[in-house]
């Protein structure tokens, strides 16, 4: 059977911030949860902006058929640069077939932690 | 007086994930909460999307005519096999009429809880 | 000046649930945050959703133009009766002109808090 | 290359709050985070809404191009007057061109944080 993909091709998050410290048992993480509903791959091209200097473009990721991933902010690089701890940016992903886009913080600043999640803003 | 259905018959929430510990008064969970406005019951069938395996899916959930259901994924079921938990997963609610669908987790791995909420993306 | 009504006329909260419990500084509670942009007040008709009974129909809010509520779920009250606590329901919001309506909930039943937020659905 | 404006002209957020208090190691604070994804700067013009008294309007913010700015609510102010603390409220945001806009809270009312975030009502 061939799933088709749903969702929207383009996708914005503006409040990024992978946080400094970690205390306790977890550690502070981003993520942007991606679900292809669909049988084909999805490949993702992904766009940081910052408040002070010039967007990363084309961070590279992808997303198998009829799977989620969970892509950790953290992890995402660019010619062996990555995403800059403590500092406010903003996420825009582009896939090329339909996909939906969730993005979750665990901020475990304190030992207790905090946790926010918003759903991507389709273009 | 008949009620009729509102809100959409697809709804998307990337980021599921069931915390394996549970500390203090409260238990981690995760709710899949479920409004139906109309005087008939909503037929609901859940899929299950992973990162490494197929989906699981048709797990199957009723909402009552005029009642909201508040569905903890790790009660969920199929073949007697349910949710594993601390494990990244994505969820597909499909109903037969219009309702509207929240997903809201609250993490209890540390003493003192954290809580996130998003409403659904409907499709 | 007279501004015009922006928004819709009627918004759904599908999770909503008044903790049982405070500790430590803060009064767990939710609050229906309203936004009224426009010159005229709106009058809002709340209906609350159970799982195991039929809705609580009718109390009443009103916000006056060019003004925000933010109504604590607690103090709803029609003939007498108010929400219960420590229930799964869900808040379906009506108004008589466009209004803009997010739902928050602080649940302080650790002495540490734990915050949750989302937009509410618009029909 | 000449990018193009996104998002929408207009954006609301219905719960404002500038928690009074600060104890651990981080300062509570909202962000209204905003992302440009165009060539030319943004102009922003932000009322604020309140329960019990008149709007302030037009406090002012420029986003440049190919920026995002997460602006701290508690540094805007508009003939030396600031928005006060401890007091619900609602925010507008007004751009020239199209952003997208998303808020965020830390409460750091007691020493381990609470975290909410919401994308904001595109009008």
């Given at each position: 059977m061939n799933h088709k993909a749903a969702g929207a091709l383009h996708w914005i998050i503006p409040d990024?911030?992978?946080p400094e410290k970690s205390s306790g048992d977890l550690t502070s993480h981003?993520?942007?949860c991606v679900l292809n509903c669909s049988s084909d791959?999805?490949?993702l091209a992904i766009t940081i902006y910052f408040e002070d200097r010039d967007p990363m473009?084309?961070?590279f990721a992808i997303v198998p058929g009829r799977?989620?991933?969970h892509i950790r902010t953290?992890?995402?690089e660019k010619n062996g640069a990555s995403i800059p701890v403590?500092?406010?940016y903003a996420i825009e992903v582009r896939s090329d077939i339909p996909v939906i886009v969730q993005y979750s913080r665990l901020d475990a600043t304190q030992a207790e932690n905090a946790l926010?999640?918003?759903m991507a803003y389709p273009l």
């Open positions: 990024g911030y992978i981003e993520s942007i791959d999805a490949q473009e084309d961070l799977r989620t991933k953290s992890l995402l403590g500092v406010p926010m999640s918003v």
